[in-house]
Structures are given as C-alpha cells and as structure tokens.
C-alpha cells in the first residue's frame, strides 16, 4: 500500500512539474522568445514523450527560429513511427510553405488526400489539419472526398462552414439545403447559420442567392421545408405578406392543422410596428381558424384594430367587440376579450363610467384569482385615469397579496410605484422601486431603475421637488392619452427650469409625444437638443437611437441616420441599442453579409 501511495505521489507530483513547464513554455513562446519556449518544451517531452502539446511547440519553436531542416527531421520521425497518421503529411508540407517551397509543400498536401483512398475514415482529422494552417481548399477537397468515398461519413457539415469562409455562397446554400432534406434535424442548425449571410436586404447578394436557389428547388419538389426556410427569409427581410404565403402552402400541405407559425407570423410583424400586414394575416386565420382557435385570433384582430385606429374608427371598432363578445357570450374564455373591451372604452372611446361597470361586473363572473387579478389590474388603471389614486392603489396591492411571487404580482407593485409618483408621493414610490431593482423580470427591473433615477436625480438640487411634480402631472396626461395637453406642460416646465436637472427628461418625454402626434421636426429638434448639451448623461444614447430611427423610418434621411447609428457604435458601446445600431448601421452602409 505505501510502495502504491509513493507510485501515485511521483506520477502526480511530475504531472504538476510537466503543467508548470508547459506553461511556461507557452508565455515564453507568445512573447516571441522562442529559444526559451523550444527550451521548456523540450523539458516537458524528455518526461513526457507522447505530449502533442509539447511536440507541436517544439515544432512550433524551431520554425519560429528558422530551424526548418531540425523540425523536418522530427516530423519525418513522427511518421515513420506512425505512418498511418496523414495529418503529418500536412505538417511537413506546412513547413516547406514556410520556407516559400509552395510546390513542395502542396506535393504533401496532394499526398495527405491520395491516402483517403485507402483510409477515408481518416478525412476528419487531415480536414482540420488543413484547417489550422487555414488551407480551406484543401479542407473542402478532402471533406468531398470522404463523402464520396463514404456517404454516411457525416462530414456534410464540415463542408458546408468551409464552402461560408471560403465565400462560396451558392455551395453553401445548396448544401445546407441537401442537409435539410437529408435530416430535418439540420433545420435549426441552418437556419442559425444562415443567419451570419442574411440581410433586411432583400437585393444583397446572399438573399438572392438564397431565394433563387429555393425557388429553384420548389419548382421541382414542393417539400414544405424549403417553404419554411423561405418563410424565414422573407422574414429577415421584412416582408410579412410573402412570408405569409409561404406559410400558407405549409399550412395546406400539413397532414396535421396548425396555424400557430402564422400566428407567430403576426406577433413578429406587429413587433417591427409593421401594423398593416399584421392586420392581414389575421384576417387570413381568421377565415381559417376552427372554432376552438377563432376566439383567439379574433381578440387579436382587435388589439390591432385598435393600435391602428383614429378617433372616426371607434364606433366601428366598439360594435366589432360587442358582436365578438356576443357570438362567444357566456363563455369565460372570453375573459381577456372583455378586459381588453375595457380597456378600449376608457382609454379610447372616452366611456370611463361604463368601463368601469362592465370590468367590475365581470369579475363577480371570474372564477381563479388569476383572471380576478388581471381583471383588477385593468380596474386599477381606469381608475389612475381618472385620478383617483388612493383607489388604485388599494386595488393594485390586492392582487400583490393574491398572486405572490407571480409575474403580475410584480407589475402591480411596479404600478404601485408609478400611481404614487403621478399622485406626487415620491418617497414611497421610492420605496417601492428600491425592491423592484431586484426583480427576477429584467423588464420590470430596468423600468424601475429608471423611475428611481428620474426621482433621486431631481431631488437632490430641488427638496421642494416642484419640477419634478410638474414632470410627473405631464407624465400622468400622456398616460391619459391627451398628449397635446402634456406637451404643453413639458413646454411650461421647460422655461420655468431651464438648465435645471430635469431638462433632458423633459426634452427626451415631449420629442417621444411630437412623435406620437406626428410632429417629427420638432421631435428632432429636441433629440439633438440633448445630444448637444447632455451628451454624456444617461438618455444621450436613447436619443440618438431614437434620432437615428427618425431618420430612418420617418424622414426618409438615411444618411444621417447611419450618422447617428455609427454615433451609438463609436461613443455608447455598452448601449442597450449597440447591436441593433451595429446592424442598421452595416445594412445602410451597403454591407453584403452581416
């Protein structure tokens, strides 16, 4: 037992010198001081003899210094020893490359390829050997090979990412598309990869490439897969309603119903603000959904009938959810519908009072605490427009006690802490957000570190805290949705406490109101406002963000918003919007692949 126990305590007491010598080795050898580094290496290997960390850093080591002829001599033995190991015919010729002996080199290359004929189980490992000297031509050669050699050698992949570095993008695509066929398991994967290639673009070169290609291919073989990858390119691009159609021809084909991919459809439009075509697909489910799915897509209808809506469409949009409510009447599914009905009525039609009935006759009707929750939720909130706050805030802290630890739980305290700072109770909103800094939903955590910073900030200059009340009365109108009022406000506020901590706030609050009015040169104005003289204050990138976005999507100034995108790159990059920025600012630059 002890002859055992001092066996164990060598072994492991020379792997530990072999670790710091090879350690050494390495730092030497990265701050170029080769000989040292060739040194320690060698130490390593007269202990360890079958190390391939330390035979490739001597190998390594003397081309560094030059020493070819000595590193051919120990590659050559390499092989002698184990002549069935290619990969070393690839060395070797590495090194006659680094001696500008290309042709000799590529003799080797040639000869690493010719012994897959006899052992093709070996084209992995002589395609990376080619891929550490970034020999993609050789690599792409040697992958074809084996699967020639060896359809199910499952080398298909390996081929595929070298056909993307080598920027062959047509090869890349058919054989990403081969695979898919072949497994459909490669559809993620794919769809992931393609992704490095695919612009907004639709005119790019990868994009066409990519549509003509499957176009091709459907024409041939209606698979629904290529459909699907067609329905996700059109979505790269933007274009909702050819994606549509895709996803149409999927839908028909299926032996199985399924409309959730198009309903997914509608929630990716309407969260690009592309509205109209939201619209649309719904109305397509809507005339194929089957009764259990038409509740569904109808209140989803609605909720964008009423984003999009104007003043003169109300009446109309009103009789479409009594009509909705009534073909579904008595059924509790319809719960969500009426909660939004709601909503609708206080917010939009101006029927406050009937709003209120219909919400709180409705929860006499619900029957688990999650729907009496969100019914009380919504009750809350018409209840905050109306300014009574004492109410609301009673109201949200009962469905903090009946949902626990519960997402909504979190929103209602959140709300607890915004009715108070509109009611001008800053100190126990204060309280409320300091918990909320903490929550588990980052969205709720980011909203409250906002709040909280608006109030610390313009309480430390201002104990009387007046500009911040002002601040906090024409946040409460734009959450009334009477922005014109609220934009006065913020104009009032302005010039009473010009240079005042509050101003930027002030600024960023009414440019977002002109942009909800639709008044964007005004809405410019104070953008570059802040820039100008906040620029390194918290809502500096928020603003250029929204400026470039301006520029982009409603002034039609593309170059000035790739301006102000490249503005977010060079001086915000821990930005919330820095990757967004970085891929808008590549696309109008005009750049092919992301």
């Known amino acids: 037992m002890r002859f055992f126990i001092l066996i164990l305590s060598i072994f ?38 079958d190390n391939p960390q330390a035979y490739f850093g001597v190998i390594s080591s003397l081309q560094q210094l030059e020493r070819f002829d000595e590193a051919e001599t120990l ?38 390829l010719e012994a897959l004929a006899e052992n093709p189980r070996q084209a992995f490992g002589i395609g990376m050997s080619f891929e550490k000297y970034s020999l993609l031509d050789f690599a792409a050669k040697a992958y074809q090979k084996a699967n020639e050699l060896m359809p199910n050698a ?8 070298i056909y993307g570095e080598q920027g062959k993008l047509q090869e890349m695509f058919e054989s990403y598309l081969n695979l898919v066929i072949k497994d459909e398991k490669y559809f993620p994967y794919a769809n992931r990869e393609l992704g490095n290639f695919i612009t907004e673009d639709a005119t790019a070169e990868p994009n066409v490439l ?18 699907q990858i067609l329905s996700w390119l059109y979505v790269q691009q933007k274009e909702y309603i050819k994606a ?12 199985v119903s399924n409309l959730n991919p198009i309903v997914d459809l509608v929630y990716t439009a309407k969260r690009d ?55 579904h009447k008595g059924s509790v599914e319809t719960i969500p519908l009426q909660i939004d009905f709601g909503r609708f009525l206080a917010f939009k039609a101006e029927k406050v009072a009937e709003a209120e009935s219909l919400l709180k006759s409705l929860l006499a009707k619900a029957i688990n605490n999650y729907d009496k929750s969100r019914i009380k939720m919504a009750i809350a909130d018409v209840l905050v427009l109306q300014q009574k706050f004492n109410e609301a805030l009673i109201t949200y802290t009962q469905v903090q006690k009946m949902l626990k630890n519960d997402q909504l739980a979190q ?37 409250a570190m906002e709040l909280s910073l608006l109030i610390k900030d313009n309480s430390l200059e201002d104990s009387t805290q007046v500009a911040l009340k002002k601040y906090a009365h024409a946040d409460l109108l734009s959450y009334q949705e ?36 639709g008044l964007y040169l005004l809405a410019e104005e104070n953008y570059l406002s802040i820039l100008s003289n906040y620029g390194d204050d918290l809502l500096a990138d928020n603003a250029a963000w929204n400026l470039a976005e301006l520029y982009n999507n409603q002034l039609n100034l593309p170059e000035k918003a790739q301006q102000y995108y490249e503005q977010i790159l060079f001086n915000f990059e821990d930005s919330i919007y820095f990757i967004e920025a970085r891929k808008k600012y590549r696309s109008l630059r005009g750049d092919s692949i992301e």
């Open 12 to 49: 492991l007491f020379s792997s530990e010198i072999n670790g710091q010598s090879l350690q050494l080795a390495q730092n030497f050898f990265d701050k170029g001081e080769y000989e040292k580094a060739l040194s320690y290496y060698k130490k390593t290997l007269k202990v360890a003899g």
């Open 75 to 112: 590659l050559r033995n390499r092989l002698e020893n184990s002549p069935q190991n290619s990969g070393i015919l690839i060395d070797i010729g590495h090194n006659f490359a680094l001696q500008k002996a290309e042709a000799k080199a590529e003799e080797y290359y040639q000869k690493a």
């Open 154 to 161: 499952g080398l298909e992949l390996k081929l595929t990412r």
């Open 210 to 227: 990519l549509r003509n290609s499957l176009l091709k291919r459907l024409q041939a073989d209606p698979n629904p897969f290529y459909n």
């Open 244 to 255: 549509l159609i895709q996803e149409k021809a999927i839908y028909k084909r299926a032996a």
């Open 273 to 327: 603000d592309d509205l109209e075509s939201a619209k649309t697909i719904t109305n397509y489910l809507i005339e194929e959904a089957p009764q259990s799915f038409k509740l569904r897509v109808q209140q989803l209808k609605l909720s964008l009938d009423v984003e999009t809506a104007t003043s003169a469409n109300y009446d109309e949009i009103e009789e479409n959810f009594r009509s909705v409510i009534e073909e």
């Open 411 to 447: 929103d209602a305290q959140f709300k607890v802490a915004k009715t108070s700072y509109y009611k001008g109770d800053f100190e126990w909103a204060q309280t409320q957000l300091d918990v909320l800094k903490k929550s588990t939903s980052q969205l709720i955590a980011n909203d």
């Open 482 to 517: 009477k922005n014109e009022q609220a934009i006065t406000k913020l104009t009032e506020l302005l010039v009473a406490h010009k240079g005042e901590k509050i101003e930027d706030e002030a600024l960023f609050k009414q440019a977002q109101l002109y942009e909800l009015e």
